[in-house]
């Protein structure tokens, strides 16, 4: 009876320092870990200064709202979450009943001072969630997400077919390579698809893939980490090649077809202005949507400017050919004025049809040569565009 007397009271005082050790609450954990410490905001959280705090940073694209060829800009609407390592904030999570997750306001913790290098948007578009994370290891992740704008050089030499690389690089605004080191939780390839996946805007550009480099910067004998998302970008070009590349091709065949115009009828000339005037709309159009500031012109300009030159130069060549029907008419009564008394009508006859075979021959070498520039300019367009594209790829 004694025995089980003193077993009861080993175990009620077991309980009790069990109850006295283990605390369920939030604010148990909070004061364990002293998170109302304003040291917590002000310094890297590391014992040794000399170690670096890891920043893990990963980038997700909800959409690509737009790219500016003029501006050469592209905005986005992201959402990035970092992760860094705290050593003054771990726990047991079975000395407190098992939490393994702590939220609570940003402003009472130290976080990166991290920008964006191309960013051009206002600070009213960068949205920093108001908590963060902590878990029994140290880590702490934070979230913000941001209508992004930023600075993008294109190259438009492959419009409307073109794929476009821009970058998102991140950097620590204060602490050097030695303070503060950028990574990345998950590779390109994970977050690419997690982008596809949770694309909100199907507009006009579609997204290819995003490769992050992490690197280190050294300017002035001063080292700093950067860590770049490089995001690719393909146009989805069908809209231009109906407005575009078609017309171009139909203006190009009809300018093809005024060779098999009779010069009798007077309309050849009137044809050529009306297909000239319709490559010059097409060129206004894309003055208006590309950059003046491009070194080479895109391949879509360059035919239009080549098919332009081409029309013209028929237009000048087919206004001084003399092969017009009143033209051939005032050379036969000159022709048997002056010969009438030396060579008779049948001669002037003659020479009228000598200057009409004369003019069909020049015609038709001029087609052949204008034929054969055609052929071979089209050609070397499509394999300088090969190349470009394989290069692109690369």
């Known amino acids: 009876m004694s025995a089980g007397r003193i077993l009861a009271f080993f175990a009620l005082i077991a309980g009790i320092s069990s109850t006295q050790t283990s605390d369920c609450s939030y604010s148990g954990l909070v004061n364990y870990l002293n998170l109302t410490n304003g040291l917590l905001t002000m310094i890297r959280p590391v014992r040794n200064w000399t170690d670096p705090t890891s920043v893990q940073l990963d980038v997700v694209i909800y959409g690509i709202l737009d790219l500016d060829e003029k501006a050469q800009s592209l905005t986005t609407h992201i959402w990035t979450q970092m992760y860094w390592q705290s050593e003054f904030l771990t726990w047991n999570s079975s000395d407190f009943c098992g939490i393994n997750m702590l939220v609570i306001p940003r402003s009472i913790l130290w976080t990166p001072d991290l920008t964006i290098q191309e960013d051009t948007s206002d600070t009213g578009t960068v949205q920093d969630s108001p908590l963060i994370t902590l878990f029994p290891e140290g880590l702490v992740s934070a979230n913000?997400?941001?209508?992004?704008?930023?600075?993008?050089?294109?190259?438009?030499?492959?419009?409307?077919?073109?794929?476009?690389?821009?970058?998102?690089?991140?950097?620590?605004?204060?602490?050097?390579?030695?303070?503060?080191?950028?990574?990345?939780?998950?590779?390109?390839?994970?977050?690419?698809?997690?982008?596809?996946?949770?694309?909100?805007?199907?507009?006009?550009?579609?997204?290819?893939?995003?490769?992050?480099?992490?690197?280190?910067?050294?300017?002035?004998?001063?080292?700093?980490?950067?860590?770049?998302?490089?995001?690719?970008?393909?146009?989805?070009?069908?809209?231009?090649?109906?407005?575009?590349?078609?017309?171009?091709?139909?203006?190009?065949?009809?300018?093809?077809?005024?060779?098999?115009?009779?010069?009798?009828?007077?309309?050849?000339?009137g044809f050529k202005v009306t297909i000239l005037l319709s490559i010059s709309v097409l060129l206004l159009i894309l003055k208006d949507m590309l950059p003046s500031t491009e070194d080479t012109l895109p391949v879509i300009e360059t035919v239009a400017n080549e098919e332009q030159g081409r029309v013209n130069l028929e237009s000048h060549f087919s206004l001084d050919l003399p092969c017009d029907l009143s033209v051939l008419r005032q050379i036969l009564e000159e022709v048997k004025a002056a010969r009438q008394e030396a060579e008779g009508q049948g001669k002037a006859r003659r020479n009228h049809v000598c200057y009409r075979r004369l003019a069909r021959i020049i015609d038709n070498v001029f087609f052949t040569f204008y034929f054969l520039g055609v052929v071979t300019f089209l050609l070397c367009m499509y394999i300088i565009w090969i190349q470009c594209s394989m290069h692109s790829m690369h």
């Open 144 to 269: 913000r997400h941001q209508r992004l704008t930023s600075t993008c050089q294109l190259n438009l030499y492959l419009f409307p077919f073109d794929t476009q690389h821009c970058n998102i690089t991140f950097l620590s605004f204060n602490y050097f390579a030695d303070g503060v080191k950028l990574g990345c939780n998950q590779s390109g390839t994970s977050l690419t698809s997690l982008s596809e996946q949770l694309m909100a805007t199907q507009g006009e550009w579609q997204l290819v893939n995003i490769s992050i480099f992490s690197y280190s910067f050294t300017k002035q004998g001063v080292s700093r980490s950067r860590l770049t998302y490089m995001v690719s970008i393909r146009r989805r070009p069908l809209l231009y090649v109906a407005i575009f590349v078609v017309p171009l091709f139909y203006l190009l065949i009809l300018d093809l077809a005024t060779f098999f115009i009779s010069e009798a009828c007077g309309e050849k000339l």
